[in-house]
């Protein structure tokens, strides 16, 4: 059976001639602006991959999620906005903290990759020398280095240095508040991770804290004095936590749109 290639292919374009030049038929053409940016392609056409892959129903429900933060953004007072709020810490964290990264940190490995995807939504957009009249930018960060992996993985690789190194380093972390797969107390083990490395990470441990752990479990301080220490971590590291109910479409739609 001989089949002609321009009527089985799909293209997205914003150019019905370059469509037709290329030798595909324009009724299998999804046409989107001109001016929708790579880091904004999902919400449009382009995201009917996406549709074939989760089903059409919870694709509405990722655009109505976008959709409703959209409008929180625009409606919300300042000091409830929580879009304007997360900019607002960015901006204090990267210009007068003179943070360099920002590490994405989700407890979820459904969104195990949204640190690689959400790099292209910051770094791309805020990936400029220049401000909107083409003027040089030199007094001030424009963004920073986007990063990160799933919590309990990075707990045993790079969360040394969030907490004791000399490299200030800002952590978005993400959970939802119930599992797609509950398995006896998995959950509730993961979430209490969640809560203690942002509590630990604002609050720190003093020297006499570790002292107290140390004795309560029988050592002598003579023995561990030169331990105490590496045990010491100052706090005062800057977190955002973000948590949602669970992970639907829905939540992942707003979360795309304010971190």
């Given at each position: 059976m001989k089949v002609r290639l321009q009527n089985i292919l799909l293209h997205y374009q914003p150019n019905a001639k370059d469509v037709e030049k290329f030798g595909i038929d324009t009724n299998n053409m999804f046409e989107f602006w001109d001016w929708v940016g790579g880091r904004y392609s999902l919400w449009?056409?382009?995201?009917?991959?996406?549709?074939l892959s989760i089903g059409f129903e919870n694709f509405e429900e990722l655009l109505n999620g976008a959709h409703e933060m959209d409008k929180h953004?625009?409606?919300?007072?300042?000091?409830?906005?929580i879009p304007t709020t997360l900019a607002?810490?960015?901006?204090?964290?990267?210009?007068?903290?003179?943070a360099q990264t920002e590490a994405i940190l989700p407890y979820d490995q459904y969104l195990h990759r949204f640190a690689a995807y959400f790099q292209q939504g910051n770094m791309?957009?805020?990936g400029k020398y220049v401000d909107r009249d083409g003027?040089?930018?030199n007094n001030y960060q424009t963004g920073p280095i986007i990063w990160g992996e799933p919590g309990t993985n990075g707990q045993h690789a790079f969360y040394q240095l969030i907490h004791q190194g000399t490299t200030l380093i800002p952590c978005d972390f993400i959970a939802p508040a119930q599992s797609h797969n509950p398995l006896a107390d998995h959950h509730n083990?993961?979430?209490?991770?969640?809560?203690?490395?942002?509590?630990?990470?604002?609050?720190?441990?003093?020297?006499?804290?570790?002292e107290a752990e140390f004795?309560?479990?029988?050592?002598?301080?003579?023995d561990v004095k030169n331990i105490v220490p590496f045990k010491v971590f100052t706090g005062n590291?800057?977190?955002?936590?973000?948590?949602?109910?669970?992970?639907?479409?829905?939540?992942?739609?707003?979360?795309?749109?304010?971190?």
């Open positions: 449009s056409a382009i995201g009917l991959s996406i549709a953004f625009r409606s919300a007072p300042i000091e409830q906005n607002l810490v960015g901006l204090w964290n990267s210009n007068f903290l003179g791309e957009s805020n003027n040089v930018i083990k993961l979430l209490s991770n969640f809560f203690a490395q942002t509590e630990a990470l604002a609050f720190g441990k003093t020297k006499e804290e570790v004795i309560k479990a029988g050592k002598s301080l003579d590291k800057p977190t955002n936590s973000i948590l949602v109910q669970k992970n639907h479409a829905i939540y992942l739609g707003c979360i795309n749109c304010y971190v």
